[in-house]
Structure formats: structure tokens, C-alpha cells
């Protein structure tokens, strides 16, 4: 029988509650610093992920990195962390757009549904959650800008950025599934994960409980 990993790496694409099956979910196994992608074993679900998450924590901690907003600022807007990290992301090429306020519009849910998922499995042991920026983990790693920019709509940059996260270390994974950007997203959510846990984040906010009790890095 295999040993278990040191760790495992969920990176979780989350998407609104109304579409959970829009949820990437993407699953690494990591020692030493590196990381192996395995499959998910579980579907965008809250209680897909929930089950899983404890059953992996039950033979290896589990460090998941969230793709979402997991608290809001009080009286509503834009949170001190989002204003840092669109300030970064924009000196780095990125529109500042692509960091939105938990409370806009367009992420009420989103929101929502982060917080929950968050502190339900927060309560699990041997799990730790940090919340991630795909695309900001991606660009402030060196990866290809213009697919960045892209690869919500476009697979050849999805598939661009695949082979770059091949390149960056991340193995297991086929740069010719180029079919969902929320996949992408969930690989990037995952190394920006892993890169929280060994503490090399290209960019980190400390959470400042209770109103914010997770860090947001990337």
C-alpha cells in the first residue's frame, strides 16, 4: 500500500450556488514542494466537496485554496485586501477589474457561497483555506499576460496556460483539456495554495479575524 502524500492540494474554482456544476475542482498531491495532480474524486457540489475533503484529511493534512470572496467588508465595498491586490495586479499588466468587491452586483452570491463553504470546512481537521486570485497567481508568477487575459473565453490560452503551469512544476496535467476555464482557474487556485503553505506567496494579506479569518494570497 502507497503512502499518503505529504499534503493535499484542492484548488476549488467556485462558482455561484445557483451553478455549482460550474465549480473547477482540481486535486494534487504534494511532497517536498511538489505537486501532482490526481483526480478530484468529487463533483463541484458543497457536499461533494465537504465529503471529500474530510475523507483525504483522514490520511494527510489538506491545504485548499478558495477562488472567491470568503468574507466582506462591513458596510459593504471593496475590503482593504481587494485594494492592495488590484493596486498589484494593475502595476503587473492585469485590469484592475478582475478584483471585484464581495458585495458588487455581479458577486453577492459568489460571496455567499464562499463564505459558508469556508467555514464548513474550516471545522474539519487537518484542513487549512486560504483565499486565492487565479489570475493574479498566474501573472505574478510570469505567466503569459495576454492568455491571462484570454482564457475565460479563448482554449488555445487555456492550453497556454497549461503548458506553462507543466513548466512552473505542476505535473499531471494535459494541456490539450482545454475545454473549461474554470479547470484552469482551480489548477492555479492550487499552486497559489501551495505556495501559501511553503510561504513563498507573490502576494500575501494576513487574515484579520474575526471579520476576515483567512489569508488572501497569491
Known amino acids: 500500500?502507497?503512502?499518503p502524500p505529504e499534503h493535499y492540494l484542492l484548488g476549488i474554482d467556485l462558482a455561484g450556488p445557483a451553478a455549482p456544476e460550474r465549480t473547477g475542482v482540481a486535486l494534487f498531491t504534494s511532497d517536498g514542494g511538489g505537486m501532482g495532480r490526481i483526480p478530484a474524486g468529487c463533483d463541484g457540489s458543497d457536499e461533494g466537496m465537504r465529503a471529500r475533503v474530510a475523507e483525504l484529511a483522514e490520511v494527510a493534512s489538506v491545504v485548499v485554496g478558495i477562488d472567491a470572496p470568503l468574507s466582506y467588508q462591513p458596510g459593504g465595498g471593496q475590503r482593504e485586501a481587494d485594494a492592495e491586490l488590484r493596486r498589484v495586479i494593475q502595476e503587473h499588466?492585469?485590469?484592475p477589474?478582475?478584483?471585484m468587491a464581495p458585495t458588487f452586483t455581479r458577486m453577492t452570491y459568489l460571496t455567499l457561497r464562499g463564505v459558508v463553504l469556508s467555514r464548513v470546512l474550516s471545522g474539519i481537521h487537518n484542513v487549512r483555506i486560504v483565499e486565492v486570485h487565479p489570475g493574479a497567481t498566474l501573472c505574478l508568477r510570469g505567466a503569459p499576460l495576454a492568455a491571462i487575459r484570454g482564457f475565460a473565453t479563448d482554449p488555445i490560452a487555456r492550453?497556454?496556460?497549461l503548458?506553462?503551469?507543466g513548466e512552473y512544476g505542476v505535473d499531471g496535467l494535459d494541456p490539450t483539456a482545454t475545454d473549461s476555464d474554470h479547470d484552469v482557474a482551480a489548477c492555479a487556485a492550487a499552486?497559489?495554495?501551495?505556495?501559501?503553505l511553503a510561504g513563498r506567496t507573490q502576494w500575501r494579506y494576513p487574515a484579520r479575524p474575526p471579520w476576515h479569518p483567512f489569508d488572501f494570497a497569491c
Not at 191 to 196: I, K, M, Q
Request: proline share 0%; glycine share 20%.
Open 1 to 3: 500500500m502507497s503512502q
Open 93 to 95: 499588466g492585469m485590469h
Open 97 to 99: 477589474g478582475s478584483v
Open 159 to 161: 492550453g497556454e496556460l
Open 163 to 165: 503548458r506553462w503551469l
Open 191 to 196: 499552486l497559489g495554495a501551495r505556495d501559501w
